[in-house]
């Protein structure tokens, strides 16, 4: 992956471990679906990532975005879809869901989050996991 977000911020395509074969499965199963599969806009935040795109909502200026501390896109258990117009294929929900990937919220069709809902206690090791990474392109 080499993707950048709606604001040009390289995206970081850290998937939990917990739930990373689930959603591997998933992708898997959509992109035989969808012609020219899916993509992703956004899927891990590091915490100051988080802290600008909250910055940018407060000010009128961005997407949603929760409080840094409390997203789970910080723990990297959320993923948001691109280049794909989730309405136009709702099998994409259906796929998602068998693999235990919900839409939690009403407002946001390309926003994806495993089942159980992510615990904000998940943050602070998913950090620290980003902190020590060394990121190789795929």
């Known amino acids: ?31 035989q679906a969808v012609p020219g599969g899916i993509s992703f806009k956004d899927v891990f935040r590091d915490s100051a990532m988080q802290a600008r795109r909250r910055a940018a909502y407060e000010a009128g200026r961005g997407a949603g975005a929760r409080k840094p501390g ?20 709702p099998f994409i929900v259906d796929i998602f869901a068998k693999y235990g990937w919900i839409r939690p919220f009403d407002n946001e069709a390309w926003h994806f989050e495993p089942t159980p809902l992510f615990n904000k206690s998940l943050i602070p090791a998913a950090q620290e996991y980003f902190r020590n990474c060394k990121p190789r392109k795929i």
């Open 70 to 89: 409390t997203s789970s896109h910080e723990a990297g258990m959320a993923v948001d879809v691109a280049m794909v117009d989730v309405n136009k294929y």
């Open 1 to 31: 992956f080499d993707l950048r977000d709606a604001g040009g911020e390289p995206n970081i395509n850290l998937i939990h471990k917990t739930v990373a074969d689930d959603f591997l499965k998933a992708l898997l199963d959509i992109n």
